[in-house]
């Protein structure tokens, strides 16, 4: 299954806005908290998963090639993710780019 990194990310978060509008009754923000951090976690774990299994020589970096097939959404922005031009990326590395555009889309 192909998806990318904004398949992945854009429903959890519409999930997360709507169980907090929508939620079921009085949750604690603690209880809150705690859900969002799970999720998240599952999320990033699932990153990582897929940027493991890219990652056909096991050096913790991505070459546009290796994005290629596995992780499409890098794939497509792989020269904007790839700020030092070093013609590989990490995980920090697209982290760093998608915090850079969520805040993005927030300033709009």
Do not use: C, W
């Amino acid at each position: 299954m192909r998806m990318t990194f904004r398949r992945v990310l854009a429903p959890l978060a519409a999930a997360l806005v709507a169980m907090a509008l929508l939620g079921g009754g009085v949750r604690t923000a603690a209880a809150q908290d705690a859900n969002q951090g799970d999720r998240a976690a599952k999320a990033a774990a699932a990153l990582k998963e897929r940027f493991a299994a890219a990652d056909a020589n096991g050096d913790g970096k991505l070459t546009k090639a290796e994005a290629e097939g596995h992780m499409p959404f890098v794939y497509k922005h792989f020269d904007e993710i790839d700020t030092a031009h070093a013609g590989t990326v990490t995980m920090a590395d697209i982290a760093r780019y998608a915090a850079a555009q969520r805040a993005k889309r927030n300033a709009d």
